[in-house]
């Protein structure tokens, strides 16, 4: 067996645990996305995440698009998507929100 056979089990093991940290979570996708990109264009990136989602274990419940041209500092969505999303997240009962970019403190 070779080094990549050796280590194949324990990276799988380590995933599988991840994912199941996340089981039964329940997701909202958000994407924040330029203007002028296609309709095909936003449904392939927030089907990526999505996949990614149900990889690490969590339902996504719905996927929400705000057109920017770039995430807003303190909230990455507007205000008024902020309020949107919290009452579509009550409403389902979502646990969390899964934001297609990466954040900082």
Do not use: C, H, N
């Amino acid at each position: 067996m070779g080094r990549k056979g050796k280590y194949l089990p324990l990276i799988e093991d380590y995933l599988g645990r991840r994912a199941r940290l996340y089981e039964g979570e329940r997701a909202i996708l958000v994407g924040v996305l330029p203007p002028g990109r296609t309709s095909w264009e936003d449904a392939e990136l927030l089907e990526e995440l999505a996949a990614l989602v149900r990889t690490a274990g969590a339902q996504v419940l719905a996927k929400v698009v705000q057109r920017r041209a770039r995430p807003d500092p303190a909230t990455f969505v507007g205000r008024g998507k902020v309020e949107e999303l919290a009452a579509l997240a009550r409403d389902l009962s979502a646990d969390v929100l899964v934001m297609g970019d990466e954040l900082t403190p």
